[in-house]
């Protein structure tokens, strides 16, 4: 069965601690590797997809990195206002599957200035 | 450009009551998601439309939920007759391709008492 696993839950950092989110999965084929963003109150927000193992992308203070069985989310030097919940999801490489995302959890990430 | 749009944002109902929410995808993307959260879980998929085609209803709960595309814009997904176990989250997301990634909106918060 299709399964991802998001790690720590939850997790408070201080303003220029630097620290990684774990997401680990469980798909027979892998389409891509999709990370969020969610504020409260508001849909997620794109950040990055990953495609094959070894890949990696940044984007501002923020690090996605892909292995065959698990992705992180680095965080280097948060700010307060990277406060927001992360959301991992993947899509299935089979045809029968489409490009529905399948998503983790997600970890709360609080940034304390 | 503009996003996703889902109206309305918050809705109230009784159990037994009808409700349908909205969503307006992103001009040009043929690939329409809805998806849902309920309280302490993890965003789930409902279903996909390319175009006005239905591509993976897979994650449909039951009967009760109807979904539409007509004419391959916005689309509609309607409750009826709405159950307390409907409340939470619903999310439209859309997408220009099946590989890239995809936007969504704020969602739609549904109460059923």
């Known amino acids: 069965e299709d399964q991802v696993t998001q790690s720590p839950e939850a997790l408070r950092l201080q303003e220029g601690e630097s620290s990684s989110l774990n997401c680990s999965y469980t798909?027979?084929?892998?389409?891509?590797l999709f990370w969020y963003r969610q504020d409260p109150g508001k849909g997620p927000e794109f950040l990055f997809t990953?495609?094959?193992a070894g890949e990696e992308k940044e984007k501002e203070r923020l690090k996605a990195t892909l292995t065959k069985k698990e992705s992180f989310l680095h965080i280097t030097a948060p700010k307060p206002e990277d406060s927001a919940t992360y959301l991992c999801?993947?899509?299935?490489?089979?045809?029968?599957?489409?490009?529905?995302?399948?998503f983790g959890e997600g970890t709360q990430l609080t940034v304390n200035p | 450009e503009a996003g996703v749009t889902q109206f309305p944002s918050h809705s109230v109902i009784e159990k037994g009551q009808t409700v349908t929410l909205r969503c307006d995808p992103i001009?040009?993307?043929?690939?329409l998601y809805w998806y849902r959260r309920v309280m302490g879980k993890e965003i789930k998929f409902l279903l996909h439309?390319?175009?006005?085609?239905?591509?993976?209803e897979s994650g449909m709960p039951n009967n009760r939920f109807l979904a539409e595309r007509t004419g391959g814009t916005y689309s509609t997904l309607k409750v009826q007759p709405a159950e307390l176990e409907d409340s939470g989250v619903y999310f439209c997301?859309?997408?220009?391709?099946?590989?890239?990634?995809?936007?969504f909106g704020q969602g739609t918060r549904l109460t059923v008492v």
């Open positions: 798909v027979s084929g892998l389409r891509g």
């Open positions: 997301a859309s997408s220009q391709d099946l590989r890239g990634e995809a936007f």
């Open positions: 999801a993947f899509s299935p490489g089979r045809e029968t599957s489409g490009s529905r995302l399948t």
């Open positions: 990953l495609y094959s």
């Open positions: 001009s040009g993307h043929d690939n």
């Open positions: 439309f390319v175009k006005e085609s239905k591509q993976d």
